[in-house]
Protein backbone atom coordinates (compact mmCIF):
# COMPACT_ATOMS: atom_id res chain seq x y z
CA UNK A 1 0.00 0.00 0.00
CA UNK A 2 2.03 2.92 -1.85
CA UNK A 3 -0.28 5.73 0.34
CA UNK A 4 -2.66 5.36 3.36
CA UNK A 5 -5.67 6.90 2.88
CA UNK A 6 -6.91 8.04 6.38
CA UNK A 7 -10.79 8.04 5.32
CA UNK A 8 -10.56 4.91 4.70
CA UNK A 9 -8.68 3.61 7.51
CA UNK A 10 -11.38 5.71 9.41
CA UNK A 11 -13.74 3.66 7.47
CA UNK A 12 -12.30 0.47 8.15
CA UNK A 13 -12.31 1.24 12.00
CA UNK A 14 -16.11 1.87 11.72
CA UNK A 15 -16.61 -1.20 10.24
CA UNK A 16 -14.39 -3.30 12.68
CA UNK A 17 -15.88 -1.37 15.41
CA UNK A 18 -19.79 -1.84 14.60
CA UNK A 19 -19.16 -5.61 12.71
CA UNK A 20 -20.66 -4.51 9.92
CA UNK A 21 -21.54 -2.17 7.11
CA UNK A 22 -25.05 -1.35 8.78
CA UNK A 23 -23.63 -0.02 11.70
CA UNK A 24 -20.55 1.79 10.23
CA UNK A 25 -23.32 3.42 7.39
CA UNK A 26 -25.17 4.96 11.06
CA UNK A 27 -21.81 6.04 12.61
CA UNK A 28 -20.57 7.72 9.52
CA UNK A 29 -23.58 8.92 7.29
CA UNK A 30 -21.87 7.19 4.33
CA UNK A 31 -23.69 4.47 2.65
CA UNK A 32 -23.37 0.86 3.42
CA UNK A 33 -22.58 -0.45 -0.62
CA UNK A 34 -20.20 2.83 -0.38
CA UNK A 35 -18.50 1.28 2.35
CA UNK A 36 -18.32 -1.88 0.90
CA UNK A 37 -16.53 -1.06 -2.00
CA UNK A 38 -14.38 0.61 -0.13
CA UNK A 39 -13.26 -1.83 1.73
CA UNK A 40 -12.61 -4.29 -1.02
CA UNK A 41 -10.37 -1.34 -2.10
CA UNK A 42 -8.53 -1.62 0.85
CA UNK A 43 -8.24 -5.30 0.42
CA UNK A 44 -6.91 -5.02 -3.17
CA UNK A 45 -4.85 -1.61 -1.99
CA UNK A 46 -2.67 -3.67 1.15
CA UNK A 47 -2.79 -6.91 -0.70
CA UNK A 48 -3.96 -8.13 2.60
CA UNK A 49 -7.62 -10.34 3.50
CA UNK A 50 -9.00 -8.03 6.17
CA UNK A 51 -12.48 -9.50 6.57
CA UNK A 52 -14.45 -12.41 6.85
CA UNK A 53 -17.89 -11.82 5.22
CA UNK A 54 -21.33 -13.63 6.52
CA UNK A 55 -24.63 -13.02 6.30
CA UNK A 56 -24.68 -11.34 9.92
CA UNK A 57 -21.96 -9.03 9.13
CA UNK A 58 -18.39 -8.58 9.20
CA UNK A 59 -15.47 -10.28 11.40
CA UNK A 60 -11.90 -9.82 11.43
CA UNK A 61 -9.61 -11.90 9.57
CA UNK A 62 -5.92 -12.72 10.94
CA UNK A 63 -4.80 -9.69 9.06
CA UNK A 64 -7.36 -7.59 9.77
CA UNK A 65 -6.68 -7.64 13.64
CA UNK A 66 -3.42 -6.55 12.74
CA UNK A 67 -4.45 -3.48 10.97
CA UNK A 68 -7.09 -2.89 13.32
CA UNK A 69 -3.98 -2.72 16.46
CA UNK A 70 -2.30 -0.42 14.27
CA UNK A 71 -4.99 1.95 12.91
CA UNK A 72 -6.57 1.89 16.81
CA UNK A 73 -2.77 3.58 17.70
CA UNK A 74 -3.04 6.11 14.84
CA UNK A 75 -6.78 7.02 15.53
CA UNK A 76 -5.70 7.65 19.03
CA UNK A 77 -2.60 9.68 17.81
CA UNK A 78 -5.16 11.47 15.48
CA UNK A 79 -7.15 12.38 18.85
CA UNK A 80 -4.10 13.61 20.50
CA UNK A 81 -3.28 15.97 17.51
CA UNK A 82 -6.78 17.40 17.67
CA UNK A 83 -6.90 18.40 20.97
CA UNK A 84 -3.64 19.63 20.99
CA UNK A 85 -5.24 21.74 18.17
CA UNK A 86 -8.05 22.71 19.97
CA UNK A 87 -5.97 23.53 23.67
CA UNK A 88 -3.47 25.39 21.66
CA UNK A 89 -4.15 28.23 24.71
CA UNK A 90 -5.16 25.36 27.40
CA UNK A 91 -8.24 26.02 26.28
CA UNK A 92 -10.60 24.24 24.94
CA UNK A 93 -12.79 25.48 21.34
CA UNK A 94 -16.67 25.56 20.78
CA UNK A 95 -17.74 26.24 17.67
CA UNK A 96 -21.29 26.83 16.78
CA UNK A 97 -22.00 27.62 13.06
CA UNK A 98 -25.22 28.89 11.94
CA UNK A 99 -26.44 31.23 9.41
CA UNK A 100 -25.49 35.11 8.90
CA UNK A 101 -28.54 36.06 11.13
CA UNK A 102 -28.54 34.27 13.85
CA UNK A 103 -24.62 35.02 13.63
CA UNK A 104 -25.59 38.72 14.27
CA UNK A 105 -28.09 37.74 16.83
CA UNK A 106 -25.54 35.66 18.68
CA UNK A 107 -23.34 38.33 18.64
CA UNK A 108 -25.65 41.05 20.15
CA UNK A 109 -26.72 38.51 22.77
CA UNK A 110 -23.05 37.36 23.57
CA UNK A 111 -23.68 37.36 27.42
CA UNK A 112 -25.79 34.93 27.77
CA UNK A 113 -23.38 32.34 25.94
CA UNK A 114 -20.25 32.98 26.81
CA UNK A 115 -18.00 35.19 28.74
CA UNK A 116 -14.43 35.54 28.79
CA UNK A 117 -14.19 33.93 32.30
CA UNK A 118 -15.91 30.52 30.61
CA UNK A 119 -13.43 27.62 30.28
CA UNK A 120 -13.89 27.68 26.92
CA UNK A 121 -12.62 29.85 23.75
CA UNK A 122 -15.72 30.22 21.48
CA UNK A 123 -15.90 30.26 17.41
CA UNK A 124 -18.63 31.72 15.98
CA UNK A 125 -19.22 30.38 12.15
CA UNK A 126 -21.71 32.47 10.11
CA UNK A 127 -22.10 29.94 7.36
CA UNK A 128 -25.08 29.67 4.31
CA UNK A 129 -24.24 26.18 3.34
CA UNK A 130 -23.98 24.82 6.76
CA UNK A 131 -21.26 22.31 8.05
CA UNK A 132 -20.55 18.73 8.15
CA UNK A 133 -20.53 18.17 11.40
CA UNK A 134 -19.61 13.95 10.97
CA UNK A 135 -16.27 15.73 10.23
CA UNK A 136 -16.54 17.96 12.67
CA UNK A 137 -16.28 21.11 11.04
CA UNK A 138 -18.36 22.21 14.01
CA UNK A 139 -19.26 21.15 17.54
CA UNK A 140 -22.88 22.74 17.18
CA UNK A 141 -24.80 23.50 14.25
CA UNK A 142 -27.93 25.72 14.24
CA UNK A 143 -30.24 24.79 11.32
CA UNK A 144 -33.82 24.83 9.96
CA UNK A 145 -33.69 21.09 9.12
CA UNK A 146 -33.30 18.20 11.33
CA UNK A 147 -30.18 16.22 10.77
CA UNK A 148 -31.65 13.33 8.89
CA UNK A 149 -28.29 10.67 8.87
CA UNK A 150 -25.25 9.68 10.77
CA UNK A 151 -24.38 9.80 14.03
CA UNK A 152 -25.58 13.23 15.17
CA UNK A 153 -28.36 14.47 17.88
CA UNK A 154 -30.24 16.89 17.58
CA UNK A 155 -32.70 19.25 19.60
CA UNK A 156 -35.79 20.81 18.64
CA UNK A 157 -35.78 24.80 19.91
CA UNK A 158 -38.07 27.67 18.79
CA UNK A 159 -40.04 28.76 16.02
CA UNK A 160 -38.55 31.21 13.18
CA UNK A 161 -40.99 33.80 11.92
CA UNK A 162 -39.86 36.01 8.73
CA UNK A 163 -41.60 39.28 7.75
CA UNK A 164 -41.16 42.62 5.35
CA UNK A 165 -39.62 45.20 6.85
CA UNK A 166 -38.63 49.00 5.86
CA UNK A 167 -38.21 52.34 7.28
CA UNK A 168 -41.13 54.32 7.96
CA UNK A 169 -40.92 56.44 4.53
CA UNK A 170 -40.44 53.20 2.58
CA UNK A 171 -43.26 51.84 3.64
CA UNK A 172 -45.54 54.37 3.51
CA UNK A 173 -44.67 54.91 -0.74
CA UNK A 174 -47.45 53.59 -2.60
CA UNK A 175 -45.55 51.35 -5.00
CA UNK A 176 -43.49 48.69 -3.39
CA UNK A 177 -39.34 48.55 -4.10
CA UNK A 178 -37.69 45.51 -2.52
CA UNK A 179 -34.39 44.32 -2.02
CA UNK A 180 -33.24 40.88 -2.45
CA UNK A 181 -30.22 38.11 -1.37
CA UNK A 182 -28.90 37.73 -5.38
CA UNK A 183 -30.35 34.36 -6.48
CA UNK A 184 -27.21 32.48 -6.99
CA UNK A 185 -26.03 33.02 -2.92
CA UNK A 186 -29.43 32.90 -1.67
CA UNK A 187 -29.89 29.36 0.65
CA UNK A 188 -32.85 29.58 2.10
CA UNK A 189 -36.66 29.71 1.42
CA UNK A 190 -36.88 33.37 2.77
CA UNK A 191 -33.88 34.60 0.39
CA UNK A 192 -35.73 33.10 -2.16
CA UNK A 193 -38.88 34.32 -1.63
CA UNK A 194 -39.02 37.78 -3.13
CA UNK A 195 -37.53 36.29 -6.17
CA UNK A 196 -40.39 33.94 -6.49
CA UNK A 197 -43.11 36.45 -6.34
CA UNK A 198 -44.00 37.25 -9.53
CA UNK A 199 -45.82 40.95 -8.01
CA UNK A 200 -42.87 42.04 -6.11
CA UNK A 201 -40.40 44.85 -7.94
CA UNK A 202 -36.28 44.29 -7.23
CA UNK A 203 -34.51 47.29 -7.07
CA UNK A 204 -31.31 46.31 -5.28
CA UNK A 205 -29.56 43.02 -5.05
CA UNK A 206 -27.22 41.92 -2.56
CA UNK A 207 -24.88 39.03 -1.78
CA UNK A 208 -25.32 39.08 2.02
CA UNK A 209 -27.22 39.17 5.25
CA UNK A 210 -25.49 41.90 6.76
CA UNK A 211 -25.76 44.12 3.43
CA UNK A 212 -29.39 43.65 3.31
CA UNK A 213 -30.39 44.71 6.57
CA UNK A 214 -27.97 47.76 5.82
CA UNK A 215 -29.95 48.57 2.61
CA UNK A 216 -33.36 48.11 4.39
CA UNK A 217 -31.66 50.70 7.29
CA UNK A 218 -30.51 52.79 4.18
CA UNK A 219 -34.02 53.09 2.54
CA UNK A 220 -33.34 51.05 -0.32
CA UNK A 221 -36.56 49.42 -0.39
CA UNK A 222 -38.28 46.49 1.91
CA UNK A 223 -36.27 43.21 3.10
CA UNK A 224 -37.90 40.50 4.63
CA UNK A 225 -35.79 39.41 7.72
CA UNK A 226 -36.47 37.50 10.40
CA UNK A 227 -38.43 38.68 13.39
CA UNK A 228 -35.29 38.43 15.74
CA UNK A 229 -33.42 40.69 13.80
CA UNK A 230 -35.84 43.13 12.10
CA UNK A 231 -38.30 43.41 15.06
CA UNK A 232 -35.57 44.71 17.22
CA UNK A 233 -34.42 47.55 14.43
CA UNK A 234 -35.23 50.90 15.85
CA UNK A 235 -35.20 52.36 12.11
CA UNK A 236 -37.23 49.74 10.89
CA UNK A 237 -40.69 48.82 10.78
CA UNK A 238 -42.44 45.41 9.79
CA UNK A 239 -45.10 45.66 7.09
CA UNK A 240 -48.09 43.58 8.19
CA UNK A 241 -47.49 40.44 9.93
CA UNK A 242 -44.95 37.55 10.23
CA UNK A 243 -45.11 35.51 6.62
CA UNK A 244 -46.88 32.24 7.41
CA UNK A 245 -45.17 30.09 4.71
CA UNK A 246 -41.74 31.13 5.55
CA UNK A 247 -41.85 29.99 9.66
CA UNK A 248 -39.55 27.20 10.52
CA UNK A 249 -38.22 25.08 13.25
CA UNK A 250 -34.41 25.82 15.15
CA UNK A 251 -32.34 22.95 15.59
CA UNK A 252 -29.80 22.30 17.48
CA UNK A 253 -27.39 19.43 16.01
CA UNK A 254 -24.31 18.33 17.37
CA UNK A 255 -22.13 15.34 16.97
CA UNK A 256 -23.15 12.15 19.45
CA UNK A 257 -19.54 11.86 20.62
CA UNK A 258 -19.19 15.67 21.37
CA UNK A 259 -22.69 16.35 23.28
CA UNK A 260 -21.52 15.12 26.15
CA UNK A 261 -18.56 17.21 26.67
CA UNK A 262 -18.74 19.64 29.53
CA UNK A 263 -17.92 22.61 27.22
CA UNK A 264 -20.23 21.87 24.78
CA UNK A 265 -23.02 20.84 27.23
CA UNK A 266 -22.55 24.12 28.36
CA UNK A 267 -23.35 25.79 25.17
CA UNK A 268 -25.95 23.53 24.37
CA UNK A 269 -27.85 24.62 27.93
CA UNK A 270 -26.97 28.40 27.20
CA UNK A 271 -28.39 28.09 23.88
CA UNK A 272 -31.53 26.67 24.67
CA UNK A 273 -32.22 29.11 27.44
CA UNK A 274 -31.64 32.31 25.14
CA UNK A 275 -33.70 31.10 22.76
CA UNK A 276 -36.35 30.12 24.68
CA UNK A 277 -35.95 33.38 26.75
CA UNK A 278 -36.64 35.14 23.42
CA UNK A 279 -39.55 32.97 21.79
CA UNK A 280 -41.47 35.46 21.40
CA UNK A 281 -39.13 37.69 19.58
CA UNK A 282 -38.23 34.82 17.30
CA UNK A 283 -41.76 33.99 16.24
CA UNK A 284 -42.72 37.48 15.58
CA UNK A 285 -45.04 37.55 18.35
CA UNK A 286 -43.83 40.89 20.16
CA UNK A 287 -45.27 43.97 19.63
CA UNK A 288 -42.98 46.42 17.13
CA UNK A 289 -43.84 48.96 15.25
CA UNK A 290 -46.32 48.23 12.29
CA UNK A 291 -46.83 49.75 9.23
CA UNK A 292 -50.09 49.25 7.34
Given at each position: MK???WDDLRLFLA??????????????????????RRMLALERATGHHLFVRHNKGYSLAPDGEVLLAHVRAMDAQASFIRQWNENGY??????VACDGWLA??????LTDIWTKDDPF??????TETGVDLIFREAEIALTHQRPAAGNLA????VRTGYAAYATPAVAAEPEERWISIGREQASSTADR???????????????TTPTLLELARSGAGRAVLPCLIGDTEPGLVRIG?????????????????DRNRPEVRIMIDRLVALFHSQQSLFQGDATPSLAS
Open positions: DENVAREGGLVGAAEKTGISGPTIGCLPIVSMFLARHRLCLKASRQTWISRQPDKWISVWTTAPIEALSVDLWIAMHDD
